[in-house]
C-alpha cells in the first residue's frame, strides 16, 4: 500500500484543512497555495492516482466531481471560472490524488503557461 497522499490525511482527519463541501464521493478545500481570489480543489475520496489512471469504473464519480465542481460555482456565485486537472510531472501534479482545480476572480490567460 502507498503511503497516504496529503488529501488522503485531510479526509481522514489527520490533517486540520477548512473543507468548504463534503458529502459521500467527495471533498472540496481551499487551495493552501491559492492561485486566483478563488482557488478550490475538488477531491474524490477514492484514491485515483490521477486521471491518466482513471478506469471505466469510474466513470460514474469522475461526472460527479463535475457536477460537484458546477455545484460550488453556483452556490458561491462564480460566473466564470476555470477548471484545470494536472496529470503527470510535466504538467504540473504535483499531488498523486485525482483533484480538479476550480480558480476564479480573476482575468485567465489563454494558453494556460
Ligand atoms: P497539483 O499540482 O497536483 O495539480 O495540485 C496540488 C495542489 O494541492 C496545489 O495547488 C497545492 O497548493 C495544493 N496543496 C498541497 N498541499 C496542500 C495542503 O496541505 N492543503 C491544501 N488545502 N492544499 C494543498
Same mark, same amino acid.
Given at each position: 500500500?502507498?503511503?497516504?497522499?496529503?488529501?488522503?490525511?485531510?479526509i481522514?482527519?489527520?490533517?486540520?484543512?477548512? *473543507? =468548504?463541501?463534503?458529502? @459521500? *464521493? @467527495?471533498?472540496?478545500?481551499?487551495?493552501?497555495?491559492?492561485? @486566483?481570489?478563488?482557488?478550490? =480543489?475538488?477531491?474524490?475520496?477514492? /484514491?485515483? &492516482?490521477?486521471?491518466?489512471e482513471?478506469? %471505466? %469504473?469510474?466513470?460514474?464519480?469522475?461526472?460527479?466531481?463535475?457536477? @460537484?465542481?458546477?455545484?460550488?460555482?453556483?452556490?458561491?456565485?462564480?460566473? &466564470?471560472? /476555470? $477548471?484545470? *486537472?494536472? &496529470?503527470?510531472?510535466?504538467?504540473? %501534479?504535483?499531488?498523486?490524488? =485525482?483533484?480538479?482545480?476550480? $480558480?476564479?476572480?480573476?482575468p485567465?490567460?489563454?494558453?494556460?503557461?
Amino acid at each position: 500500500m502507498e503511503d497516504k497522499t496529503i488529501f488522503e490525511k485531510i479526509i481522514d482527519g489527520e490533517v486540520p484543512s477548512e *473543507i =468548504l463541501y463534503e458529502d @459521500a *464521493i @467527495a471533498i472540496v478545500i481551499r487551495d493552501i497555495d491559492p492561485q @486566483a481570489p478563488t482557488h478550490a =480543489l475538488i477531491v474524490p475520496k477514492k /484514491r485515483i &492516482s490521477r486521471i491518466a489512471e482513471a478506469e %471505466e %469504473e469510474d466513470a460514474v464519480l469522475l461526472g460527479k466531481l463535475l457536477l @460537484a465542481a458546477k455545484k460550488f460555482a453556483k452556490a458561491n456565485g462564480l460566473d &466564470s471560472f /476555470r $477548471l484545470v *486537472i494536472n &496529470s503527470g510531472h510535466q504538467a504540473g %501534479e504535483t499531488v498523486p490524488h =485525482l483533484h480538479i482545480h476550480l $480558480l476564479a476572480g480573476r482575468p485567465m490567460a489563454w494558453p494556460p503557461g
